[in-house]
């Protein structure tokens, strides 16, 4: 069974940190793009940072020289350091690959709150 589990969100005061990690199991076909999504209520989702398979990455402007995405080693798991968080960084973190042959799978999400 394909899954993605994200972990590592939560509450944090504004200037602080989270990790956030996502493990991708029963995945046997290549891995293409790992990415960060956001998403707010009522709002549509958006990208946050990807990394090819290559370690080419890209960022939301919004987020740039905050956050960091990684891979580990083993090549199904992703990070995503997020450094000098805002209030307005506030959101469902969503975790999503995008395999060789097309197919995007997504995680469940995991809640990122960060105080005034």
């Known amino acids: 069974q394909v899954r993605l589990v994200e972990s590592g969100g939560g509450l944090v005061q504004a200037g602080g940190s989270l990790r956030l990690s996502c493990v991708a199991s029963?995945?046997?076909?290549?891995?293409?793009?790992m990415g960060w999504y956001r998403q707010a209520p009522g709002k549509q989702r958006e990208l946050v940072a990807a990394?090819?398979?290559?370690?080419?990455?890209n960022y939301a402007d919004s987020v740039k020289g905050r956050f960091t995405i990684s891979r580990g080693s083993a090549k199904n798991t992703m990070y995503l350091q997020m450094n000098s968080l805002k209030p307005e960084d506030t959101n469902v973190y969503y975790c999503?690959?995008?395999?060789?042959?097309?197919?995007?799978?997504w995680g469940q999400g995991t809640q990122v709150t960060v105080s005034s």
């Open positions: 029963g995945i046997i076909r290549r891995i293409n793009v």
């Open positions: 990394i090819t398979s290559g370690g080419s990455t």
């Open positions: 999503k690959v995008e395999l060789d042959n097309g197919l995007l799978i």
